[in-house]
């Protein structure tokens, strides 16, 4: 089971980057340099952030990007959306089709509470959160 994508994983490497830099803007030719991650594909990210209002743009010299809310506000659960959709997993892991014995299989009823405390975790994560704990490693 994957969790987060590429997309996901590199919006959010980004979004902790701009968050660690504080509410600065920044283009993506910089912020591709700072986290490493292909400028096409970093560009396409921003725009897909800025287009759900976790990013804002400006054109222009002197433009750029910054986050649009504040990074405490920024929940991972909602890149995960934006990137992948549902967190949800409903696959039955014996067949590949829905079987009629999902809502009584005790192995899904096992996997259900487990994806409910990971989504509790996943929702209570935000890129403030990640950024701190981000800084706060590379300090010890």
Do not use: W
Not at 92 to 119: G, S, V
Request: contains cysteine.
């Amino acid at each position: 089971m994957k969790l987060v994508n590429r997309e996901t994983h590199h919006a959010i490497r980004a979004l902790v980057a701009m968050a660690e830099s504080g509410l600065e803007k920044t283009t993506v030719a910089e912020l591709a340099k700072r986290t490493d991650i292909p400028r096409p594909f970093l560009r396409k990210i921003v725009q897909t952030l800025n287009k759900e209002g976790i990013l804002e743009s400006s054109r222009g010299k002197g433009g750029g990007f910054r986050l649009a809310l504040l990074p405490d506000r920024i929940l991972l659960t909602r890149l995960i959306q934006v990137f992948q959709g549902s967190v949800k997993s409903y696959e039955c892991l014996f067949r590949k089709n829905f079987c009629d014995d999902l809502k009584i299989c005790p192995l899904r009823l096992k996997i259900q509470k487990l994806e409910n405390t990971m989504l509790a975790e996943l929702a209570a994560t935000t890129i403030g959160t990640l950024a701190r704990e981000f800084a706060a490693g590379r300090a010890s």
